[in-house]
Nanobody, 124 residues
């Protein structure tokens, strides 16, 4: 079983930056892809970005491309999401997720393991 713990959320002004972290523990060798999702109030959870552990292949949602960067530290079993040029519409609870597939997926149902989420609030 893989356990995921997010950190780094908070309150930031529009145009600012935040870096989220997701620490993985447990059977981490079974995780091939890790990703970030977010859920704003009253909306469905949506894909943000993902990274494949074996070759660092990445994929981003169009809404964050060029502003967010996903990365990982293999030695620490930790994934990061650097968020720059934050917008009001980036406000959401951000979730870390993992699965054991090779291909990067963007659907919530394709991920087996989830963290508890961390709140990101962007103010004007």
């Amino acid at each position: 079983q893989v356990q995921l713990v997010e950190s780094g959320g908070g309150l930031v002004q529009a145009g600012g930056s935040l870096r989220l972290s997701c620490a993985a523990s447990g059977r981490t060798f079974s995780s091939s892809v890790m990703g970030w999702f977010r859920q704003a109030p009253g909306k469905e959870r949506e894909f943000v970005a993902a990274i494949r552990w074996s070759d660092s292949w990445t994929y981003y949602a169009d809404s964050v491309k060029g502003r967010f960067t996903i990365s990982k530290d293999n030695a620490k079993d930790t994934m990061y999401l650097q968020m720059n040029s934050l917008k009001l519409e980036d406000t959401a609870v951000y979730y870390c997720a993992a699965n054991s597939q090779f291909l990067i997926r963007v659907r919530v149902r394709d991920y087996d393991h989830w963290g508890q989420g961390t709140q990101v609030t962007v103010s004007s």
